[in-house]
């Protein structure tokens, strides 16, 4: 049987609780994890699931953000490994679709690092990116106030349309102008 993949389809719907960087490994291969609730009662029954973006569904965790409720289908994927340390078996839920049945609000304020930190990856910026505009204050961290977290929450808000906005002719326009 060797190192043979075998998989199975599963369904998942849940609320999203994180949504991970994708990583490229030195053979170009691409994996992103996303952590979905999948109970309905969480707080007493937590069930985190991890499931993985393989490849060319990477760029789907793009548009996902915590607190978004989402319906998951995919491959439950199982393989075996001989390792120095004897045989041990992996499985991995390969998601193919995610669907978003319900937006969750984004944050627009943040009054500190951790908070804007959050801020930035709900709009799609990594911590880097979220440094760097840190860095253009031209202010020490440490001397930072609430002010300055404030203002770089705004900046992040007002350089990201937001999800619900309706695009530019949205339903306005007539119809019968239309040259089909």
């Given at each position: 049987m060797g190192n043979k993949k075998y998989q199975c389809r599963?369904?998942?719907?849940?609320?999203?609780?994180?949504?991970?960087?994708?990583e490229t490994f030195p053979s170009g291969f691409q994996k992103?994890?996303?952590?979905?609730?999948?109970?309905?009662d969480a707080d007493r029954w937590p069930n985190p699931i991890a499931l993985t973006l393989k490849k060319d569904t990477c760029e789907q965790g793009d548009s996902l953000h915590p607190g978004d409720l989402v319906e998951v289908?995919?491959?439950?994927?199982?393989?075996?490994?001989?390792?120095?340390?004897?045989?041990?078996?992996?499985?991995?839920?390969?998601?193919?679709?995610?669907?978003?049945?319900?937006?969750?609000a984004l944050p627009a304020t943040a009054k500190t690092w951790k908070?804007?930190?959050?801020?930035?990856?709900?709009?799609?910026e990594n911590?880097?990116?979220?440094?760097?505009?840190?860095?253009?204050?031209?202010?020490?961290?440490?001397?930072?106030?609430?002010?300055?977290?404030?203002?770089l929450a705004a900046d992040i808000v007002a350089v990201h349309p937001s999800a619900d906005a309706e695009p530019e002719g949205g339903e306005d326009e007539d119809m019968d102008d239309m040259p089909f």
């Open positions: 599963f369904n998942v719907a849940g609320k999203i609780l994180e949504v991970g960087e994708t992103r994890t996303v952590i979905i609730e999948a109970s309905p289908e995919g491959f439950l994927e199982g393989r075996r490994w001989e390792g120095p340390k004897g045989v041990r078996h992996f499985i991995d839920l390969n998601a193919k679709s995610i669907i978003v049945t319900e937006r969750a908070e804007l930190l959050a801020l930035g990856a709900a709009y799609g911590a880097d990116a979220v440094k760097e505009r840190a860095k253009a204050l031209g202010k020490p961290f440490k001397e930072m106030t609430e002010a300055d977290w404030m203002k």
